[in-house]
């Protein structure tokens, strides 16, 4: 079972970020087919907040990589699921400390 909270490691110069596992199965349920059709092979959903930031958390949606098309794809069938009010981060997955955080900490919802 994925850890719930994980504070990932940064320089100095940054603040300690921290990232909770998020579930939203009918965004997920949604977003299923059109992962898969745009060869997207993990998605997760995340929120990451910085700590002494009294705003909501960001929220994220973390993919593997893929071409600037299938993001730009994604993004907007994402922006058609959301009320206007939701706004929700796309973050192309790499070898970073944010993006090993975000893999130890949340399953993915979708793996194809």
Avoid: W
Avoid at 43 to 57: H, M, V, W
Avoid at 62 to 91: K, Y
């Amino acid at each position: 079972m994925p850890r719930p909270l994980v504070e990932p490691d940064v320089t100095e110069q940054k603040p300690r970020l921290t990232i909770a596992a998020l579930s939203l199965p009918p965004l997920e349920n949604a977003l299923i087919a059109t992962c898969a059709e745009l060869a997207i092979t993990q998605a997760y959903f995340a929120a990451l907040r910085t700590p002494g930031d009294t705003q909501s958390p960001r929220l994220l949606l973390a993919i593997s990589p893929v071409g600037i098309a299938a993001q730009r794809r994604l993004a907007a069938a994402v922006a058609e699921m959301l009320p206007e009010d939701v706004e929700l981060d796309l973050l192309v997955l790499s070898d970073d400390p944010l993006s090993e955080s975000l893999r130890q900490s949340c399953k993915p919802f979708y793996s194809g």
